[in-house]
């Protein structure tokens, strides 16, 4: 093997890993990737076919030499301990301006430290969000860069190239200095629980209240992809309603475990709402629900201790439309959440986002994309210091068709015990952003009588206590 020749190189050789650099190699660059597991190494050199494009090693010191300089080398490794581990191991090997990318799920604050770390070392680091899974890894991701503009314009080429395509764009662009990438990453993921959160909710409705077997469940999912609620998870819902079991009879949908896991990126964009003070209830929720999923024994308990009554149940077509609707509703609101904290961010942080530019890289790849991005795109486009989706024209001439059907399923779930806490906190999100009065000044009185922590008057400027007893 001639040394220097591979144009990018790739650690941790994992199913994406191994995906995405298979993806690199289709596009005509040279790549070379590195894991410790020999196996893995084998089956991505086996998978290429010709080691003259894509090759591999469980030597580090083979990986390095086989990169073009500056090297440029990406990282699919587990976020936390093990990126530290693996830069260690590889700054012994590198020369200057050799640039090192973190393509996994890292939390934003250590990818600030990384960055700082290794600028005294000479070395460039950025972190860059991957989103497609699997699948998009192979065939075009959606990918999420910030960091070194310059050190970024070395992999451009390369990124572009692999990306997903819409209309001919490649579902990539520079984000902003520092943790932008990975920031992005971050709300897109708490965006995507909320979202997955909201289509689980609309399965049960449709289950309880109307009754549909998983073949209605899989032509009513199949027909809303159609329309406004065009998106990957209402696509592979759909497909997955009709997926037979392999085991036994019947769908495999309903042989799967109500305990739904995650990996900490929703609970992150959740935490770091609250830090920067921007409310994103849909996606606070959808994390608090994956953790009351896991309390399986504990509700079987409380299930046979307070039990549940009859199921009023709704005409199936009537149900489907209403559903439609809501469901689109509190879809706006999740987007209109997630682009509201990536709004604070940018200017608490200095990454100086276009939250246009996020929108048009999400519309294909992603676990996100969705019809509802063209529209979202255009809006920022002429505006991008909109402060919130709810505020523009195209959305609330939407929100209005919608926000009735809303409120007539929030009711009727609240009346028959069906736990639908998506779309209860997004139509109390949207009830509390658009309400002129909130009950708040009682909560400052009530501050300022227990601790004196003084309140604002509606008639006079200024700071005031009062001795309320």
Known sequence: MENNTYDFG???LGVMGRNFILNVADHNYKAFGYDLDPEKVNALIKEGGNQEKVSASVEITTFISALSLPRKIMLLVPAGKAVDAVIESLLPHLSKDDIIIDGGNSFFTDTDRRETYLQSKGIYFFGAGVSGGAEGARNGPSIMPGGSRMAYKEVQPIFEAVAAKFNNEPCVAYLGPKSAGNYVKMVHNGIEYGLMQLTAEFYDLLKKGGQLNNNELHQVFTEWNKGDLQSFLVEISAQIFEKKDPLGHGQLVDKILDKAKQKGTGKWTSQNAMDIGIPVPTIDIAVSMREISSLKEERMLASKKYGRGKTDLI???KLITKAGKALYFAFIITYAQGMHQLRAASNEYGYALSLSGIAKIWR????????LLEDIARVF??????AN????PTFSEKILE?????????????HNGIPMPGLFNSLSYFDAYTSEQLPLNLIQAQRDYFGSHTYERTDKEGIFHTDWS
């Not at 294909?364 to 019809?371: D, L």
């Open 381 to 386: 486009e002429e505006d991008n210091e909109l």
């Open 389 to 392: 989706l709810l505020l523009a």
């Open 315 to 317: 005409e199936k077509e």
């Open 10 to 12: 790739l650690i941790g």
């Open 402 to 414: 919608s926000v009735g059907a809303a409120r007539e399923l929030v009711t009727y779930a609240a």
């Open 364 to 371: 294909a790849g992603c676990i996100i994309r969705a019809a």
